[in-house]
């Protein structure tokens, strides 16, 4: 059983990705991949930092969500129990196929 405390508003909003509160961070190894990475930023109107760092591996992986968003799920409209039936019978559906 999960805690009442679990549950409770823990005070830091979740800020949009990209947005001023929640800039984008990537990292990349060289200047033109840099100069490369702004551009797409800059275009979409999205707020980022840009970590320059030959040692390390490319990091762009913030910038392929913005570019790639979540789509949601569409739902079926369910049938309600007084329309006709899906089956083209004519009949109401709570009297055919709703049994």
């Known amino acids: ?3 009442f405390n ?4 823990s005070g830091k909003k979740e800020y949009k990705l990209g947005s001023k509160k929640n800039p ?9 991949r840099k100069e490369e990475v702004a551009k797409i930023f800059e275009e979409n109107n999205w707020t ?3 970590n320059l760092d030959a040692d390390k591996a490319e ?3 913030e910038l392929e969500i913005l570019q790639n968003p979540v789509q949601g ?3 079926e409209k369910k049938v309600g129990r007084n329309e006709p039936c899906s089956c083209g019978s004519g009949k109401k559906y ?3 196929c709703g049994k």
Do not use: H
């Open 1 to 3: 059983m999960a805690n």
């Open 6 to 9: 679990d549950k409770m508003f």
């Open 24 to 32: 984008a961070t990537v990292s990349v190894q060289t200047e033109k």
């Open 48 to 50: 980022y930092k840009i």
């Open 59 to 61: 990091d762009i992986s």
């Open 73 to 75: 799920e569409k739902i």
């Open 94 to 96: 709570k009297k055919c």
